[in-house]
């Protein structure tokens, strides 16, 4: 794999400088204390793991993390785990004020890591959840291309579109290959404590995906808890709960400043043909897309 500077490598795949490349390699996640009522959201970047973070926090009002007031965001955990720093000094103080090791339960946490990486043997053991967000990757390149613009005063970016195709491409991107992130949460012996669902489907239908959510957690709602989940997680509802939220913060997102949110931009299916060459669409089919279908026909690509 192409190495990028200052970005750590484990396991074939690249991560965000934050990470840490001996405690990635060590496993440190494997002694996390996971409980057995814990959900965790998983998914590639920009693939709507926000999107679907703030669903499962209309559907259900008791998670551990909504009884500490302004911190909305479900704990990272990575961050607590495989991180060398933290993004930012506001990120910093809400994570060693609220660890995720203290939450009360149920917990509501998030990752990036590959199955590889993480403790797989911990959602059988203990019943641990994991719901995992796929997207159609031409999407979250354009997603990717904006938001690294403005992510950690442009860090991870060139700022230009070609290199940002070219870069996923060949895997110098964090958390790529995407192909394996995604193949590898399919891998057999989790199904049963692996839920996926894509963000194209929650777009199609929302009330269908929070269904199937609710069946998998085995926590029944009722037709109004369905309806206010739909009414507050629309685009616009999040534009603006959202900036309030730390996980906005201007030292690690700049533009967040100028009231924009980096987590919630256009919210759209097939963004992408509005930025993709044709040329750039038929390499991307021809390194990606044919090796997608092989590996699972539920994931989105177009
Ligand atoms: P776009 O940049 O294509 O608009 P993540 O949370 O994994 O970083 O994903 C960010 C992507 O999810 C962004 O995609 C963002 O706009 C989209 N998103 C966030 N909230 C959304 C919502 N309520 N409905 C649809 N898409 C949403």
């Not at 203290?102 to 959602?123: E, I, N, W, Y």
């Not at 739909?230 to 400043?257: F, N």
């Not at 993709?276 to 038929?282: D, I, N, R």
Request: proline fraction near 5%.
């Amino acid at each position: 794999m192409a190495q990028k500077e200052g970005y750590p490598e484990a396991d074939g795949y690249l991560f965000l400088p934050q990470y840490d490349k001996a405690k990635l390699e060590s496993r440190a996640t494997d002694s996390f204390n996971f409980r057995s009522d814990d959900v965790i959201v998983v998914g590639f970047l920009k693939s709507g793991n926000t999107w679907l973070l703030e669903v499962l926090k209309a559907m259900y009002n008791d998670w551990g993390l909504q009884k500490f007031g302004g911190a909305e965001a479900a704990m990272l955990l990575d961050e607590r785990t495989v991180f060398n720093s933290h993004f930012c000094r506001k990120h910093e103080e809400l994570v060693e004020a609220i660890k995720c090791e203290d939450l009360p339960s149920p917990r509501l946490m998030r990752s990036h890591l590959p199955a590889t990486l993480f403790p797989c043997h911990v959602l059988k053991e203990k019943g641990v959840k994991v719901i995992y967000i796929s997207r159609n990757p031409k999407d979250i390149v354009v997603s990717t291309y904006y938001f690294y613009k403005s992510f950690l005063h442009g860090a991870c970016s060139t700022g230009d579109w070609e290199e940002t195709v070219q870069s996923f491409l060949e895997d110098r991107q964090p958390l790529t290959p995407w192909v394996r992130h995604v193949g590898d949460w399919f891998q057999k012996g989790i199904e049963d404590n692996v839920l996926h669902v894509t963000y194209e489907e929650m777009k199609r239908d929302l009330p269908g995906t929070v269904r199937k959510i609710a069946d998998f957690l085995q926590r029944p709602l009722t037709i109004e808890d369905i309806d206010r989940v739909v009414r507050t997680t629309t685009v616009d509802a999040m534009q603006s709960r959202l900036l309030k939220m730390l996980i906005v913060d201007e030292e690690m997102v700049p533009k967040a400043a100028k009231g924009e949110n980096p987590f919630v931009r256009k919210g759209v299916v097939g963004d992408w043909k509005n930025h993709f060459t044709v040329a750039q669409s038929e390499l991307f089919d021809s390194k990606i897309g044919s090796k997608v279908r092989s590996i699972n026909p539920n994931i989105p690509y177009q």
